[in-house]
């Protein structure tokens, strides 16, 4: 690190090539054993169970884009406050009675509608909700844990919650499954390792800053909720573009064909988690440029070319190396899918992109990508219910619309820029 820092004139620079380093090697590590996760859950899981699990798994993740925008904004406020200050633990407090609020809101609105829920997702053991919602909740109090230690740059923690919660999840999840439990076993298994690394964050944090485990409730500021929206739809749009395809593929097509997509897809993400490290880094640093621009645009420019060669890189991988994973993990029980992971990795390599520049637009308190999103996702999504004749046209799908999307958000970026 420190020969980085004295090759580079820019500490920011230096803090976003070490920083990215490390949060993109615990992304490698932590995807990598995501991988294995995933692969001994089809393996072991019945068809049927598996499908759910990537269900619940894909309505997480857009039912987490609150969760990501708690922390998009709590970093970005964060950001600008000293590391000690008593305005630290202020944003503690109110962040924490936010959450809270926002929580019991969620409850109660999954607690009326469980009933459509489960059948939705053809699930008929209500336990397995309940776990679930659970672990949603505890994943918004772990959003500020980690929004802090973003803003204040402590990047080795965050790669060691990023990894250790995966290795975590899957010691328990292999437990439940010698014990007999089966899809409510895995379930229990993450929302256990999530409440375990929660209660670690918040032990470091309550020390570092004091006890900021009350409610404390500031006066409405419209503006901050107009941008706080304006994210949240963001973010939800962009769950919706990259996780819809797995929640609509058991409607369209048989079991035995949805499993092999799933399967498919579940590996081709690999790709979009895989900036998250850059993403990570990036965000505090462009967060303090204060709106400038020309200030930052180096920043995206080169975070942008890393996530290009690496998320690149993975798919091509993915594309040659597919008969071998599924041959390893699978064997014969997915026919055709290493023929469907080449394409669909190719599908989300735009979406990828797209996470650096939106992420660098809203640090830089730019909510356009709400409005692309806003725009594309529903005829994304109406486009996938319409040409639904081969399976191989929802990956086209994906692609289609997240290439747009990557064109017209650089496009404003790089004319805010030349203006």
């Known amino acids: 690190m420190k020969i980085i820092k004295s090759m580079t004139h820019s500490k920011d620079l230096a803090d976003l090539l070490s920083g990215g380093f490390v949060l993109t090697l615990a992304t490698i590590i932590g995807g990598a054993l995501g991988y294995v996760f995933q692969m001994l859950m089809a393996s072991k899981l019945s068809q049927s169970d598996f499908s759910q699990l990537s269900a619940l798994t894909s309505l997480g993740f857009i039912l987490s884009a609150p969760i990501l925008t708690f922390t998009q904004i709590i970093a970005r406020n964060a950001s600008s406050l000293c590391e000690n200050s008593a305005e630290m633990n202020d944003l503690l407090s109110t962040s924490f009675s936010q959450i809270s609020v926002f929580n019991a809101i969620i409850s109660l609105i999954f607690f009326l509608n469980i009933n459509t829920i489960a059948h939705y997702l053809d699930i008929k053991n209500f336990n397995t909700l309940y776990l679930f919602v659970f672990f949603l909740l505890i994943t918004t109090f772990t959003s500020l844990n980690l929004a802090i230690f973003q803003a204040l740059r402590k990047f080795a923690f965050l790669a060691f919650l990023n990894v250790g919660g995966v290795i975590l999840k899957i010691i328990l999840s292999l437990y439940a499954l010698s014990l007999g439990f089966e899809l409510i076993g895995i379930v229990s298994a993450i929302f256990i390792s999530s409440l375990c690394f929660w209660i670690l964050g918040l032990l470091i944090l309550n020390h570092k800053f004091g006890n900021f485990f009350h409610l404390k409730f500031t006066s409405i500021n419209f503006h901050s909720i107009k941008s706080s929206g304006s994210v949240l739809i963001a973010n939800v749009c ?146 996938m219910m319409i040409f639904n004749d081969e399976i191989i046209n929802l990956a086209i799908c994906i692609g289609f619309f997240g290439f747009l999307s990557l064109i017209i958000g650089y496009g404003y970026i790089f004319i805010k820029i030349r203006n």
């Open 238 to 383: 962009f769950q919706i573009m990259t996780q819809f395809d797995v929640i609509i593929v058991n409607y369209l097509f048989n079991e035995r064909e949805a499993a092999t997509y799933i399967a498919a897809s579940i590996l081709s993400k690999a790709i979009l988690y895989l900036p998250g490290g850059l993403v990570l880094a990036m965000f505090p640093i462009v967060a303090t440029q204060n709106k400038d621009f020309h200030a930052s645009i180096h920043i995206l420019i080169k975070t942008s070319f890393l996530a290009l060669f690496f998320c690149g890189s993975l798919a091509f991988a993915l594309w040659f190396l597919s008969p071998y994973i599924v041959s390893y993990f699978l064997g014969s029980d997915f026919e055709g899918l290493s023929d469907l992971v080449g394409p669909v990795s190719i599908a989300f390599l735009p979406l990828a992109l797209i996470l650096i520049s939106e992420h660098y637009a809203i640090a830089m308190k730019k909510v356009v990508f709400a409005w692309v999103f806003i725009g594309l996702a529903p005829i994304q999504i109406i486009t």
